[in-house]
């Protein structure tokens, strides 16, 4: 953060204050004696204080012409009798008969002469404070491009760790997907192998029968010798078989028993590498947070220079004002001045909002709340949830699909006849620059990319690159 000095602050209030004392004194003192002079009032509403102080209580207020019995004539205020109680009034909003004398004609341009000194000192001094002030507003200025090309940096890291995320998070679900596959199978195969050794066990208590009986019995039971080979053929390839097939199936379990203990180790690494990516989302959010914090303070601080420097070129104004006059020879200043598609045009007024949200700022002119500055907005702003589906207004086709700097991730569509529409703060981007689109089409989702004011959308419409009000096109109700 950048501390702002609130006592230089505070000494710009008194000089800008001292200013205006000036020109209230009129720079030379009318009345020098405690003698009464009859004056008149030349506003309406004067407020008769009780101390010769703006701030000071009201005690009563007088309207234009009344006439007031002065007394005395203190730094800018006439002391006056009212209801029978003394009261002050500026000396702004009241004025005397000329009734000086010689001697006080002579003292009054002598004092005309050291208030003309004194103001041209002022004047330099308040021009020093000037140039000191827009020194201060060009680095306030330098600091502000500097944080938003920080914020659109911050923002970039932002939008790929979430696309980073968004990927492993659909990494984890496939893997979840292959080891439930993976692990049917591997009970699949156990029941393959139950069975085997069931078939396995009937065939061995079969021969073991067989030996009993006499496995030479068997053979010599056969009528010729290729009979008796065919039949010892026929048990070698029982006995073969049986094993090859349990062997098999043990390997089959065992290879997926492999296949399960990987895909366990890349669904632990990837949850692992999930979690690394939401803490730091969550810190670069934290970092964003900060910077739009400091943005906005630098913003605040900017503001009160460019104010203060309109104050002091006001009251450096009025001053040089006074000093014309003085040179003149005129020791009556006047009163200070208060500061103060193709076919997309039959589509005008039934298209649909591209987002499901809130409108939250409009087309045109408007002041800004905090800093109190008038800009000019392009387009629209529309509050949504993050992941919230954007689609085209109108069909045409895609002639921009990236980052812009202070927009975040950008498109645009060319509806034909020089209308476009620009959709901005995209979270993901889902079409390419040339692919054609169709009213309706989703072409990204909603997001804070490049944005200040949270997730949503940024809207134009636009007619040979000139910004058109995009209410006037979205359908109402």
């Known amino acids: 953060m950048f501390p702002f000095d609130e006592t230089v602050f505070s000494k710009l209030i008194k000089i800008t204050a001292a200013c205006f004392l000036l020109l209230s004194t009129g720079y030379g003192t009318l009345l020098s004696a ?36 002065i007394h005395n004539h203190l730094n800018g205020w006439y002391e006056i009798i009212i209801h029978n109680q003394r009261g002050f009034v500026s000396d702004q909003f009241a004025k ?84 439930n596959e993976t692990l049917s199978a591997s009970e699949e195969f156990s029941i393959r192998i139950k069975t085997s050794d069931e078939l396995a066990g009937k065939r061995l208590v ?56 990987k895909q366990k180790i890349q669904y632990e690494d990837k949850q692992h590498l999930e979690k690394l990516q939401a803490d730091q989302i969550q810190s670069i959010e934290k970092e964003k947070s900060n910077r739009q914090k400091l943005l906005a303070d630098i913003r605040i601080k900017k503001s009160r220079e460019i104010n203060a420097i309109e104050t002091l070129k006001q009251a450096a104004e009025q001053l040089n004002a006074t000093v014309e006059t003085l040179e003149k020879g005129d020791t009556t200043p006047e ?61 045409g086709q895609i002639i921009f699909a990236e980052w812009y700097k202070g927009y975040g991730n950008m498109v645009i569509i060319n509806h034909g006849n020089h209308y476009y529409s620009v959709y901005a703060h995209l979270e993901e981007v889902l079409k390419s620059k040339g692919d054609r689109v169709e009213t309706g089409e989703v072409i990204g989702t909603a997001g804070d990319t490049g944005s200040v004011t949270g997730a949503g959308l940024y809207f134009e419409v636009r007619h040979r690159g000139k910004p058109m009000d995009p209410l006037e096109w979205i359908k109402t109700g």
């Open 34 to 69: 405690p003698q009464t002079l009859t004056g008149s009032i030349t506003v309406d509403r004067v407020h008769v204080r009780e101390k010769p102080d703006t701030q000071s209580a009201i005690i009563a207020s007088l309207q234009k012409g009344a006439s007031i019995a």
């Open 335 to 395: 009163p200070p001045t208060p500061m103060i598609g193709s076919d997309f045009i039959s589509s005008k007024g039934l298209l649909q909002l591209p987002v499901k949200g809130r409108i939250i700022s409009s087309f045109g002119k408007e002041i800004h709340s905090r800093l109190n500055v008038e800009t000019f907005r392009n387009g629209i702003d529309i509050q949504a949830d993050r992941g919230e589906p954007i689609q085209s207004v109108y069909a």
């Open 206 to 261: 079969a021969l073991f029968k067989l030996d009993g009986v006499g496995r030479l019995n068997f053979l010599m039971s056969a009528e010729t010798l290729q009979d008796w080979a065919h039949r010892k053929y026929l048990l070698q390839r029982i006995l073969t078989f049986d094993e090859r097939i349990f062997v098999r199936l043990q390997e089959d379990k065992k290879k997926l028993e492999v296949l399960y203990e």
């Open 96 to 179: 005397v008969p000329d009734t000086q004398t010689a001697d006080e004609e002579d003292a009054s341009q002598s004092r005309s002469l050291k208030d003309y000194n004194h103001i041209q000192h002022q004047v330099g001094k308040i021009t020093r404070n000037i140039e000191t002030r827009q020194a201060e507003v060009e680095s306030y200025a330098q600091k502000e491009i500097s944080v938003v090309a920080l914020l659109d940096e911050i923002d970039r890291t932002l939008n790929t760790s979430r696309k980073l995320t968004a990927t492993l998070h659909r990494d984890i679900e496939t893997l979840k997907q292959k080891i």
